[in-house]
C-alpha cells in the first residue's frame, strides 16, 4: 500500500506562482512513475505531468513551458512548480503513483487562480 498526501495548493492571481508537493509514504520502494493530474470543474479528470524514477518527464501541451515536475527520491516527495498561472488552471490537483502492482491517488488539493 502506498499513501499520498498532497499540500501546497491555494488561492494565486493570474501570473502567480505556487508549488504543490505530494509526499510518498509505505512500499514507496515499489514507486515508478509519479504525476499530477487535475480536474476543472465541471470536467473530467485529466494529465498534468508525470516523471519517472529515471527523471524522464512528461508535460501537457497546455502546461508546457509554465509547469516543472521534479521528484526527491530519497524524500518520497514529487513536486509542481507552476508558475504563469492562469484562470484555466484553477482545478483540484492528484497526485498519482504507478507501482509494481496497483496505481495510487491522493485525496487532492485545489488550486485556485483569480482573474
Known amino acids: 500500500q502506498v499513501q499520498l498526501v498532497e499540500s501546497g495548493g491555494g488561492l494565486v492571481q493570474a501570473g502567480g506562482s505556487l508549488r504543490i508537493s505530494c509526499a510518498a509514504s509505505?512500499?514507496?520502494?515499489?514507486?515508478?512513475?509519479m504525476g499530477w493530474y487535475r480536474q476543472p470543474p465541471g470536467k473530467q479528470r485529466e494529465l498534468v505531468a508525470s516523471?519517472?524514477?529515471?527523471?524522464?518527464?512528461n508535460y501537457a501541451d497546455s502546461v508546457k513551458g509554465r509547469f516543472t515536475i521534479s521528484r526527491d527520491n530519497a524524500k518520497n516527495t514529487a513536486y509542481l512548480q507552476m508558475i504563469n498561472l492562469k484562470p484555466e488552471d484553477t482545478a483540484v490537483y492528484y497526485c498519482?503513483?504507478?507501482?509494481?502492482?496497483?496505481?495510487?491517488w491522493g485525496r487532492g488539493t485545489q488550486v485556485t487562480v483569480s482573474s
Open positions: 498519482n503513483v504507478l507501482t509494481v502492482g496497483p496505481s495510487y
Open positions: 509505505g512500499t514507496i520502494f515499489t514507486i515508478t512513475t
Open positions: 516523471i519517472a524514477k529515471g527523471g524522464s518527464t
